[in-house]
């Protein structure tokens, strides 16, 4: 019957859930490192900041890295341990490290703003991708009966 079939779907995208919010999760960072770390911009969608010190700004240039605005990467640690991770069924975006948890906080009350929190659009481009992913799901599935 149609009932046992939407009933079968369902279950089966219930189970495919966690992976599709790994997926939007991955969506998710990539959107805010490209705001964060190419961009160099906050939450709200403005410069972090310039760097102050020219002492600063010479290591950087020597190290082949830009100084017109504030983009929180130097080594490049604080940008690989930005990451999407999977505990069971829950997605995460999280600084997988101390000390780089440390720096991206220090960075947020210096600056006294937020950095590492999504924008609205992000949150917006991701809750549409995720409706896409699930929209296509259930096509999938129910071909696939």
């Given at each position: 019957t149609l009932q046992q079939k939407i009933a079968v779907?369902?279950?089966n995208i219930k189970r495919r859930e966690p992976d599709l919010l790994l997926l939007a999760g991955k969506r998710l960072?990539?959107?805010m490192k490209r705001r964060i770390f190419n961009e160099g911009k906050d939450t709200s969608d403005k410069k972090i900041g310039k760097y102050k010190s020219d002492r600063w700004e010479k290591i950087r240039t020597r190290k082949g890295r830009?100084?017109?605005f504030v983009d929180l990467q130097?080594?490049?640690d604080l940008f690989r341990s930005f990451k999407t991770v999977r505990s069971g069924d829950e997605v995460f975006l999280a600084i997988v490290n101390d000390r780089d948890f440390l720096k991206a906080k220090g960075n947020?009350?210096?600056r006294k703003k937020l950095i590492f929190e999504?924008?609205?659009k992000e949150v917006q481009v991701v809750e549409e991708y995720f409706e896409d992913l699930l929209s296509?799901?259930?096509v999938q599935e129910?071909?696939?009966l």
């Amino acid at each position: 019957t149609l009932q046992q079939k939407i009933a079968v779907v369902a279950s089966n995208i219930k189970r495919r859930e966690p992976d599709l919010l790994l997926l939007a999760g991955k969506r998710l960072e990539g959107l805010m490192k490209r705001r964060i770390f190419n961009e160099g911009k906050d939450t709200s969608d403005k410069k972090i900041g310039k760097y102050k010190s020219d002492r600063w700004e010479k290591i950087r240039t020597r190290k082949g890295r830009q100084t017109s605005f504030v983009d929180l990467q130097f080594t490049g640690d604080l940008f690989r341990s930005f990451k999407t991770v999977r505990s069971g069924d829950e997605v995460f975006l999280a600084i997988v490290n101390d000390r780089d948890f440390l720096k991206a906080k220090g960075n947020e009350e210096r600056r006294k703003k937020l950095i590492f929190e999504p924008t609205e659009k992000e949150v917006q481009v991701v809750e549409e991708y995720f409706e896409d992913l699930l929209s296509e799901a259930v096509v999938q599935e129910f071909l696939n009966l």
